[in-house]
Structures are given as C-alpha cells and as structure tokens.
C-alpha cells in the first residue's frame, strides 16, 4: 500500500483503540451479504495488511458443506467485482484464515454449538481470546444467534481477550422489537461491546459531514437556523427489489430506509456540537435532535409504488403478485431546536426513480441587504453528494462580465475521485476495520435506533390501516422521481446532476 494511500487511510480511521488479532465469526457464512460485501471487504484489508497475521475467520452457517467450497464460492464473487482482481498469491494466504463449521442457529442443544466453541478456544492461543461476532442472518434469526452465543460461547467467559458482537440492519422491525433486541444484547454484552451496522456509516462521504462541520469556520457558522430555508435529503435507488422479495415487501421504502439511512444522516447533519469525538457522546446528540422531531403530519407524508413505465415492469410483476407495499417514500418535518430548527425538512427515498443518488442539500434565504435587491438570480446552496459521485458542491451568485451589474450562479466543486485517484475504503472495509479497532464512531447507539423506530411507528401504522380502507400508495412510473408532492411543499423539487464534459462524469447540481 501506497504511503500517499496509507495516509489517506489514517485520516479517516483513527486507530485511537489497538488492532489486535482475533478469530472473526460470521454468522451467515454462506450468505449473500457474506458473499457480496464481508468476503471482499476482509479480502482487501488482508491485501492492504490491515488484518493482524493471526486473524482467523469462521463462516458458521445450515449449510452442509466443506470450506473448499466456500473458498470457491467467496473467490467466484471477488471475480465479478471491478475493484478487486484477486491474484492467486495473495488469495490463498487469504483464503486459509477461512473454516467452515455448519450450524442452525435456532438449535437449542449445547452439542450442535460444540464444534464451533473448539474452533474459537483453537484460535485463542494465538488470538489472545478476542473474538468479534458478526451476525448477517435474516432478522428473524437475529435473537437465536445472540442467545446461542451468549449461553454456548460466552457461558464460561474468561477475563482473557474481548469479545464484540455486530449486527445487521433492521435493528428490529418496530420500537418494541428493537427494546426486546437491545435488553437481550445487555445481557451478555456491554454497550461498548454492541455495534449496530448502518453501512452508511461507513461512506467516506458521510463521515466526512463531521469534518465539514466541525473543522471549518467557514461552514459552522453556516449551520444556523437564521439563514438556512429548507433541507432536502434524498436516497434514490434506480434498481427494483432485485432478489430481495422476501425481505422488501414485509419492510417497504419506509422501514428499509428511513430508520437506519435517512434518520442517521439527519441526524449527523443537524445535532449540536458534541463535548468529543467519543461515539457516546455524539449519539447523545444524535438523540437530541430525533427527540426533537415534531410529531410527522399525516399531509406530511407521501408514499407510493411504481408501475409500468420506461421499459420497465410494475412492481407487482417484479414480485411476482400483487402488493400495497411502498416502494418510495417522502415526508416533510420540523424539530425545535439546532441548526435546523424550525426549517423544512424533506426526507425522500424509492425504488425505480431515475438514477441511483444519495445527497444531502442546504438551501439558504436570499440576502435581505437593499445592495443586491431584484439581482439575486438564484439562493446560495450547499450540496453534499454521498453516493455514487462523493463529492460536494457550492453555488454563489457573482457578476456576470459586463459593464451592466448583473449577477449570475457559480457553482465551486470539490470531487473526492479527484482528490484521491487512489480510491477511498469502501464502506464495509471501513466497518469491518472500526470494529476490529474498537472505534463506536462508525456505529449506531442502542437509545439512538430505538428512538428511530419510535418516530415511524405511527406512519408505519397509518399506512396499514389505509391499505386496510382500500388506499394503497399512490402509482408512479418506473423511471421517474415519484408522486407528485403535496401543494404545501413549495420548496420541494427533484434533485438533478450536471455532467461534466471534460472529465465525463456526473457532479452534484444545484440548480432546480
């Protein structure tokens, strides 16, 4: 690795806790999230000698089969992926930290969890007794995978080594699921030792929103309720439901995303100063700011669920029955106190709209000063651009050239492919990493997540007893950004990109 890569690396990912070794069991080994982003994540650390030598890693799943096979399955994946050409030298050194051990997590019986206690305590000697549990089971298993661990693996826990759980997203499916899941963690583990996965969490983009806040005079001082007119976060995915049936209809646009992605970068965007940079501490203010949301009106809500449209099937047909299940979702909100407070704020998510795109926009009032008046051709705006292009943008207003004072937008850009060519970690590389480190930063809080929960179970019930009355979700074509907007929605549009003829890529745009 690169010193310029390195570089880049340790600024994003303080190691303030020791990376130790330790064995890495993956609950859902033989998993699509295992497969598609755990096993490439771990593979790129390995490479970048980011994984300590004696690291071991168990893939623990149902399946009956030997780790040859798994090893084949993990490295046909990593075939298909752009960014990783694995190389048979540094695949094999990779691939013999994996054993496999077959288990049903819902088994009760202390005999089925034997082979993988013996696997853990092999490890031990050289792992120091560490031992970072990873759960990327469908939810359901969820709560058997941490009552396994905690009565076959931790019943006779020593003071050696540590040991530390992460678990997937949805963090329960409502406020109460996710109490019962949380009292349940407690009883095995510490609140330091829980790491709730938001892999958004992980985006360079997203964690460098702090960074922009807190170490730029310049932007501070613009986080300011006084100038700022309405905030507008969206999270458009141009895909359908792509394999994930099962899981998608039973969630919808509203409980996918909203909880865990869109509250979470709300949240970054409008809490308060922290005390530190300790994780407890910023989702102490993280809480603030959710407990700050004022109740969500039901004219504030929008939900609907794409049709035919652009050459593309309805939602239905790609379900293969029929549904009332949302595939997109947008919502109007206030809280009372921040930066944001008292300001519109327009959260929108959905499938089939007409690029993928995560960005987060500021929209400022207009001067008020006598020296500009009837000039001001467009209000400033600050956009922060999270995914696929990470970068953000800055529109001014300056004179046009001229003789006549006439002023026109400009709009100053900064792009992090172009500031590191060398790539930046992707998401999972960056949790897999924290955690490894012991850094909460990248994580969720329990009292954060439940309180999440809290502020949608009333939509969530709202739209069960629509559906119930015959009014499902509003239709909208395949391709476009969804059902129109109530009329009380003035500053709502739709997010659109600029393309960049000299470098050929998409830039954030801010012009409506």
């Excluded at 500031?419 to 329990?446: D, H, R, V």
Aim: charged content about 25%; aromatic content about 10%.
């Amino acid at each position: 690795m690169s010193a310029k890569k390195r570089k880049a690396r340790a600024s994003t990912l303080p190691r303030e806790a020791t990376r130790d070794p330790c064995t890495i069991v993956i609950f859902g080994g033989d998993g699509d999230l295992a497969l598609r982003m755990l096993y490439p994540a771990l593979f790129k650390l390995h490479v970048e000698g980011e994984l300590h030598p004696e690291t071991r890693i168990i893939a623990v799943d149902i399946s009956d089969m030997r780790k040859g096979m798994l090893w084949d399955k993990a490295y046909a994946r990593l075939g298909q992926l752009k960014h990783i050409a694995p190389a048979d030298h540094e695949w094999f050194p990779f691939a013999y930290r994996i054993t496999y051990v077959t288990l049903d997590v819902s088994s009760p019986r202390a005999d089925d969890w034997q082979r993988l206690q013996r696997e853990i305590s092999e490890n031990s000697e050289r792992t120091g007794g560490n031992v970072l549990f990873n759960i990327s089971l469908p939810p359901h298993l969820y709560r058997k995978a941490v009552q396994g661990i905690g009565r076959h693996l931790l019943s006779r826990r020593q003071q050696r080594g540590w040991k530390r759980v992460m678990i997937e997203k949805p963090f329960g499916e409502n406020k109460r699921s996710a109490e019962k899941l949380n009292s349940l963690l407690k009883q095995f583990f510490d609140e330091s030792e829980i790491y709730r996965i938001d892999h958004y969490l992980g985006k360079e983009t997203v964690q460098s929103i702090l960074a922009l806040r807190f170490a730029n005079t310049v932007f501070e001082q613009l986080w300011d309720p006084r100038i700022i007119d309405y905030v507008q976060i969206t999270a458009a995915e141009a895909i359908g439901v792509e394999g994930r049936n099962w899981f998608y209809d039973k969630a919808g646009a509203l409980r996918d995303m909203v909880p865990s992605h869109l509250f979470q970068i709300l949240a970054l965007c409008a809490m308060s100063t922290p005390d530190s940079r300790d994780a407890q501490d910023i989702w102490r203010k993280q809480v603030e700011v959710l407990n700050a949301i004022q109740r969500i009106k039901p004219g504030d809500v929008v939900r609907g669920q794409y049709h035919a449209g652009n050459g593309m099937r309805t939602y239905g047909e790609d379900l293969g029955q029929e549904s009332q299940t949302e595939t997109y979702v947008a919502f109007r909100l206030f809280v009372t106190e921040g930066p944001f407070a008292n300001r519109p704020i327009y959260l929108r998510t959905g499938k089939r709209l007409p690029r993928k795109l995560t960005q987060v926009l500021i929209a400022f009032q207009r001067p008020q000063n006598v020296l500009m008046s009837g000039l001001i051709t467009a209000p400033n705006r600050l956009v922060i651009n999270i995914q696929p292009e990470e970068g953000l943008a800055i529109r001014i207003e300056e004179k046009a050239p001229g003789r006549a004072l006439a002023l026109q937008p400009v709009d100053m850009q900064f792009d992090f492919t172009q500031q590191y060519p060398e790539g930046m970690p992707e998401s999972y590389e960056a949790i897999l990493l924290a955690a490894l480190e012991g850094n909460l930063g990248f994580f969720s809080g329990g009292e954060q997540v439940v309180r999440c929960w809290a502020l949608i179970d009333p939509i969530v019930t709202r739209f069960r007893r629509a559906n119930g009355q015959g009014k499902g979700p509003e239709p909208y074509a395949a391709g476009t950004w969804g059902p129109p907007s109530p009329p009380a929605w003035p500053e709502w549009h739709n997010p659109s990109v600029e393309v960049n003829s000299r470098a050929g890529t998409n830039r954030p745009a801010l012009s409506r």
